[in-house]
């Protein structure tokens, strides 16, 4: 338990809980509140069964887990566990739920730092936050250290000069704190990206983030899984039975290149709009096939236009 290691470091769980909040504190009065940056989760509750599909990503997670709460097993076998991962894949394949779901399985804090937040053009202030999360971590006994789009370190090449040479800086600092909690043997670095050709290579060397896991979209029968996931889920929430009899393979169908995250997203719509029709006074029943068939041809239809304002193609 997250207990038992942290007694070995002399952190009671409270004591813990209490270091991390000062410490976020004070970040917060150097450099600006830390919400949406910085957030560190003492348990996080996401766990492998929370995450449809991804088996084979899951799989190597697990192998992450074993390393940080066995080490011994790695020097038994003349081998190193891993200092750092990598996962990569599109949007909303499920990067961040897997790095919750190994610290909760691993009994690891959670540092969950937002790159893109967090780096801004005031680049000074972007590599001292990076630097104190990094010493916090290494006071806090077992925990995962969560790079977030972490390609993000890197600024444009049509960027200033200034700027680039600001980018070259957090690259080598991240890289050299990414050599020393290495060393540490209780603390795991992972880092996030929807780009991998956008990363330092210098952050991908051997005994940095030199394991790569790939986080794909999903295929029919995931889709499947993470869909009967959602719906379970929203289910258990209000505690009674919310969808008809579904044509799965019909709804499915019409899920091509969505993410898991967008599956999701396609349940909250339809069960939305069942919201919206009761508060109209209307008495609508369980969601059906075509309710789903229509949420997702609305949803499609955001997301484009969504797409269309973030590459300032919507006029």
């Not at 809980?17 to 410490?23: G, S």
């Not at 790095?99 to 909760?104: F, G, I, P, Q």
């Not at 000074?124 to 630097?131: F, G, K, P």
Request: hydrophobic letters at 40%; glycine letters at 6%.
């Amino acid at each position: 338990m997250i207990e038992q290691n942290n007694m070995l470091t002399g952190h009671t769980p409270e004591l813990l809980r209490r270091k991390c909040e000062d410490f976020l504190a004070r970040l917060a009065k150097r450099f600006g509140d830390m919400k949406g940056k910085v957030e560190i989760v003492m348990r996080p509750e996401v766990s492998f069964k929370d995450i449809g599909d991804l088996r084979r990503a899951k799989q190597e997670i697990a192998g992450l887990v074993c390393a940080l709460k066995s080490p011994d097993l790695h020097k038994k076998w003349g081998t190193q566990p891993p200092n750092g991962v990598l996962l990569y894949g599109p949007p909303g394949t499920g990067k961040t739920l897997l790095a919750m779901a190994l610290a909760r399985e691993a009994e690891a804090v959670l540092f969950h730092v937002r790159v893109t937040n967090v780096v801004t053009k005031w680049y000074a202030d972007s590599l001292e936050v990076l630097q104190e999360v990094f010493v916090q971590v290494k006071e806090s006994g077992r925990s995962i250290l969560f790079l977030d789009e972490v390609d993000e370190l890197v600024f444009d090449r049509a960027a200033p000069e200034e700027l680039r040479t600001a980018s070259r800086r957090l690259v080598n600092s991240v890289a050299e704190q990414l050599d020393d909690i290495g060393r540490a043997g209780d603390i795991l670095a992972v880092a996030s990206t929807n780009r991998p050709d956008a990363v330092d290579p210098t952050l991908i060397r051997p005994g940095r983030l030199d394991r790569l896991i790939e986080v794909p979209l999903p295929e029919s029968e995931g889709k499947r899984e993470i869909l009967e996931i959602h719906m379970a889920k929203a289910e258990a929430l209000a505690g009674r039975r919310l969808f008809a009899d579904l044509d799965r393979d019909a709804v499915l169908a019409r899920t091509v290149k969505l993410s898991s995250a967008d599956i999701a997203e396609v349940v909250q719509k339809a069960l939305e709009n069942k919201v919206h029709q009761e508060g109209a006074g209307v008495q609508p029943g369980p969601v059906t096939t075509e309710d789903m068939q229509r949420a997702i041809e609305d949803y499609r239809k955001t997301k484009e236009i969504i797409e269309k304002i973030r590459y300032g193609q919507y006029l």
